[in-house]
Every structure is written in C-alpha cells, then in structure tokens.
C-alpha cells in the first residue's frame, strides 16, 4: 500500500504525506486543525505544517481562521484538492489487485480483521478514532438478523452486508463512547 501510495502522488506531483493530508480531509466540509491531522497522520506538527503549506501554495487545500482559537486555523480542501483526491481513488493499485484476486470469503475474513485490528488500536490511543463504521453513531450492526445484508446505517437509511463495511467513510460522525462500546458488543455478538 506503501508503494500504491508512492505512486499515487508521484502522478499528482505531491509527496506522500501531501497525499495523505488530502485523503484525510476528503468529505470533512469544515476541515482539520494542524494538530488533529498531525494526530490522524502520526507526524509531528511541523512536518504537518510543512506540507500543509506546500498544498495550500499549490492550491489544493485553503487555510481558515479557526472560530474556536484565533491563532488556530483549520485547513480543508479546495475545489482542486477535491478532485485531485477523488482522481486519486479511482486508482487501482497493487494492493487493491492483490485483494481482488483474493476468494470473496477470504476477502471479507480480511476485512473484518481489519475492523478489528483498527478497533483494538483505538482502544488502545494507539491511533485516533478512524472514520469506520464501528465507531459511527449510524451504524446499527446486525439490525436484520438473518438478511443478507444485516446491518444497517442510519445517515442513508439502508441494509447493507459484512462487504460493505467502511474503514474510513466520508459520512462517519463518531459516537459517543458508551455509544461506541455497546455497537462494537452487538457487532461481535452478531
């Protein structure tokens, strides 16, 4: 994935911490202060700033004064970073080639070890709070018991099966913790 991700902002004409700075504020209309996507991206706050200047000079992202601390801003994307950001997912590298060749059952087994994996970081403050359905105020797990598609989502009010769950959705709004710890007990009952 490393490599996918060489790649993707080799093409882009950005590095890879500029790529990932992107991809993170992807569907956040109100944008991340510097310290929160330092947090998200394990970097430290000025090599975030680094590269948060170099897109903002490049157009990508703009800086606005924070409402909630005057010296803060909060960075989100523009109209060009957007684009940039959704040409870049429409990419299908080696790792995304490689799960493809993969039986749906294994993919599926991988992906839910992943949920878990992620899950257990977060529990952990090993890693912030990803944008994945376990941890989404939406996310009702196995609401149809039975169905092909068990849970369900709230924010577009639909069904939907073990495949389609989301490490990191645009639309996650995180839920509060007692919240968090009761979905991810039904999910693992489930």
Same mark, same amino acid.
């Given at each position: 994935?490393?490599?996918?991700?060489?790649?993707?902002?080799?093409?882009?004409?950005?590095?890879?911490?500029?790529?990932?700075?992107?991809?993170?504020?992807?569907? #956040?209309?109100?944008?991340?202060?510097?310290?929160?996507?330092?947090?998200?991206?394990?970097?430290?706050?000025?090599?975030?700033?680094?590269?948060?200047?170099?897109?903002?000079?490049?157009?990508?992202?703009?800086?606005?004064?924070?409402?909630?601390?005057?010296?803060?801003?909060?960075?989100?994307?523009?109209?060009?970073?957007?684009?940039?950001?959704?040409?870049?997912?429409?990419?299908?590298?080696?790792?995304?080639?490689?799960?493809?060749?993969?039986?749906?059952?294994?993919?599926?087994?991988?992906?839910?070890?992943?949920?878990?994996?992620?899950?257990?970081?977060?529990?952990?403050?090993?890693?912030?709070?990803?944008?994945?359905?376990?941890?989404?105020?939406?996310?009702?797990?196995?609401?149809?018991?039975?169905?092909?598609?068990?849970?369900?989502?709230?924010?577009?009010?639909?069904?939907?099966?073990?495949?389609?769950? #989301?490490?990191?959705? #645009?639309?996650?709004?995180?839920?509060?913790?007692?919240?968090?710890?009761?979905?991810?007990?039904?999910?693992?009952?489930?």
């Amino acid at each position: 994935m490393r490599v996918d991700d060489w790649e993707r902002a080799k093409q882009a004409g950005i590095n890879p911490t500029q790529l990932a700075i992107l991809d993170l504020l992807e569907g #956040r209309a109100k944008g991340l202060g510097v310290k929160d996507i330092a947090a998200h991206l394990g970097v430290s706050q000025p090599t975030a700033t680094d590269s948060i200047n170099a897109l903002d000079r490049k157009g990508l992202v703009e800086k606005l004064p924070s409402p909630a601390d005057r010296r803060a801003v909060a960075v989100r994307l523009t109209a060009d970073g957007a684009a940039l950001s959704r040409k870049d997912d429409a990419m299908d590298g080696a790792a995304n080639q490689a799960m493809g060749a993969l039986p749906v059952e294994e993919q599926e087994r991988l992906l839910l070890t992943m949920v878990k994996l992620i899950r257990e970081l977060q529990e952990a403050d090993a890693i912030p709070i990803q944008r994945m359905c376990a941890s989404c105020k939406y996310f009702a797990p196995f609401a149809h018991p039975g169905a092909a598609q068990p849970h369900h989502c709230r924010f577009v009010d639909a069904a939907f099966g073990q495949r389609e769950l #989301r490490i990191d959705c #645009r639309d996650h709004e995180i839920a509060d913790p007692a919240a968090r710890a009761a979905t991810w007990d039904a999910f693992q009952a489930g």
